[in-house]
T-cell receptor
Framework: SQQGEEDPQALSIQEGENATMNCSYK?????LQWYRQNSGRGLVHLIL?????REKHSGRLRVTLDTSKKSSSLLITASRAADTASYFC??????????????FGKGTKLTVNP | EADIYQTPRYLVIGTGKKITLECSQT?????MYWYQQDPGMELHLIHY???????EKGDLSSESTVSRIRTEHFPLTLESARPSHTSQYLC????????????FGPGTRLTVT
């Protein structure tokens, strides 16, 4: 069953505005990651936040994690047309049996209009 | 850009043909993965490898097979392609645990007619 689920499914904003995407998940995690995918391409890792962290920044990206609500958000500030892409959250879990998993959500399609 | 390569980028092939999708990485990563992704949908793990001569099936059942004879090379083979195999196939690798950052290739878009 799907672990991470992004919201909204699609988001359209103007250049210069901020974009916020949310991710909810179901089980305990070791970390949560955000990836970007440009149309027809592979995914690019953006940021990783560990389960004991609450907030992390990288350039114009800000990620928060609330383990009590099993949710995360990705904020892109001062968006640019080049930010147009699909954004995926991925939850990293390690089971008691030692099995490691990275499970991706369906993604949020962001369009930044010039 | 990650040093992970996939060929071909696009492939249109008829039903019943045997195909091999190539994936190679120059980062020396032990762990490699194959994902299947339909347009606008999430990625599904179909195969993974934690090192040479180690391969496992992922969460999504797939008729494809993989091999890992060299650290840098992780090809995926379909013995008899069918229209239901039409999808994008993404190869990835990671330096440590599977829960760490994964580096993705550009993908192969496969169409089976």
């Amino acid at each position: 069953s799907q672990q991470g689920e992004e919201d909204p499914q699609a988001l359209s904003i103007q250049e210069g505005e901020n974009a916020t995407m949310n991710c909810s998940y179901k089980t305990s995690i070791n970390n949560l990651q955000w990836y970007r995918q440009n149309s027809g391409r592979g995914l690019v890792h953006l940021i990783l936040i560990r389960s004991n962290e609450r907030e992390k920044h990288s350039g114009r990206l800000r990620v928060t994690l609330d383990t009590s609500k099993k949710s995360s958000s990705l904020l892109i500030t001062a968006s640019r047309a080049a930010d147009t892409a699909s954004y995926f959250c991925a939850t990293g879990t390690i089971t008691q049996g030692g099995s490691e998993k990275l499970v991706f959500g369906k993604g949020t399609k962001l369009t930044v209009n010039p | 850009e990650a040093d992970i390569y996939q060929t071909p980028r696009y492939l249109v092939i008829g039903t019943g043909k045997k195909i091999t999708l190539e994936c190679s990485q120059t980062m020396g990563h032990d762990k490699m993965y194959w994902y299947q992704q339909d347009p606008g949908m999430e990625l599904h793990l179909i195969h993974y490898s934690y090192g040479v001569n180690s391969t496992e099936k992922g969460d999504l059942s797939s008729e494809s097979t993989v091999s890992r004879i060299r650290t840098e090379h992780f090809p995926l083979t379909l013995e008899s392609a069918r229209p239901s195999h039409t999808s994008q196939y993404l190869c990835a690798s990671s330096r440590g645990q599977a829960t760490y950052e994964q580096y993705f290739g550009p993908g192969t878009r496969l169409t089976v007619t």
